[in-house]
């Protein structure tokens, strides 16, 4: 099956040349929009990121290329149409789950970098600067923490934390008892908010979660909390998270996402000018540590996307082989 990759990084093709088989990859750096859609064109399927659209548009000229099948390298599906895909006859292959620890500990680095003002520190180490002052940090231990979504993500972050001696709250639709067990005290959303030291996002972004951080949530967040965004940048309002830092009402935000990231991350800015105000705020603020959504990279989490994705491309193509060996003894 040919497949056209859109967004390809260049680490990626190591982990799926690895388990391509039989398959030919053509590697796209360009994100798939309307515009650029026609890369496709030869192709019987494609496989896309989160950065990718994947709206009706987008969708119907994918399907006037002849393309029927789209995988997606990673696990939320907030950027596609999903009733278009079903008007389309559209089928849609994604990785139910991949390490959920590289996510959950790129959550813990980002927390005990901005708590203990790792940056800082390295920097002025750098500069020959040995001096301590000024990087004062808290301990983790007994602090109360926050987790909103209990899925692999959330429950691998919640363990780690437990082994930090911390007391966990959790917040989700569909609680899991299974965690009960384990000392976690489910609450609400406002109770989780009001009693955290740090809070945690590990939800998918839904209609019920696009932004459910913002003016009124933080109003009820301890001054001194720290909140942590590894999950998707539009959980929340980036613009209120700001003045709530500059307004001493948030003590620090450790964010692996940006709710406008898809213009920049995974591209390289270094020489050219960023426009974003929102994000130039973000990304040089003192209360801040950002990093580019780089929680899915590790090698494990790699290797798991890459075989268990091209498993199911596989599987699809000797399905409809199946069907058409069928047909014709028919």
């Known amino acids: 099956m040919n497949i056209a990759f ?12 690895q388990y391509c088989a039989h398959h030919q990859i053509t590697y796209i750096p360009e994100t798939l929009t309307l515009a650029t859609a026609h890369l496709a064109k030869g192709n019987q399927a494609v496989c896309v990121f989160v950065n990718d659209d994947l709206s009706r548009p987008v969708l119907h000229e994918l399907k006037g290329l002849g393309i029927d099948l789209i ?10 149409d999903q009733l278009a895909v079903s008007d389309l006859r559209l089928n849609l292959l994604h990785i139910p789950g991949y390490s959920p620890y ?7 680095a980002l927390l005990l970098g901005l708590i203990r003002h790792l940056p800082e520190a390295h920097q002025r180490v750098q500069a020959g600067n040995f001096t301590i002052d000024g990087l004062s940090g808290i301990d983790l ?3 109360t923490v926050g987790v ?5 993500i959330g429950k691998a972050f ?3 934390m437990q082994g930090f001696g911390c007391k966990l709250l959790a917040y989700d639709i569909y609680p899991d008892r299974r965690l009960l067990e384990t000392g976690v005290t489910y609450v609400s959303l406002g109770e989780l908010l009001h009693q955290s030291d740090v809070i945690a996002l590990h939800c998918p972004l839904t209609p019920l979660t696009e932004y459910i ?3 009124h949530t933080l ?6 909390a720290i909140l942590v965004n590894t999950s998707r940048g539009r959980l929340v309002d980036t613009r209120a998270v700001l003045n709530a830092l500059d307004c001493d009402r948030l003590s620090g935000y450790a964010a692996d996402v940006y709710e406008q990231e898809r213009a920049y991350f995974h591209y390289d800015f270094s020489d050219k000018p960023i426009i974003d105000d929102l994000l130039n705020r973000l990304r040089k603020h003192p209360k801040v540590l950002l990093t580019a959504h780089q929680g899915f990279l590790t090698e494990e989490a790699q290797r798991q996307i890459a075989r268990s994705l091209l498993n199911q491309f596989s599987f699809y193509e000797n399905q409809q082989m199946s069907l058409v060996t069928k047909a014709s003894m028919c």
């Open 6 to 17: 859109f967004s390809a990084l260049p680490f990626e093709k190591k982990w799926f040349d």
């Open 71 to 80: 995988g997606m390298r990673c696990i939320g599906l907030d950027n596609v």
């Open 102 to 108: 590289s996510v959950a500990e790129q959550a813990v």
């Open 141 to 143: 231990h007994s602090k």
């Open 148 to 152: 909103v979504g209990t899925g692999h």
């Open 158 to 160: 919640i363990r780690i």
């Open 213 to 215: 951080i913002n003016d």
């Open 219 to 224: 109003s009820l967040v301890k001054p001194s």
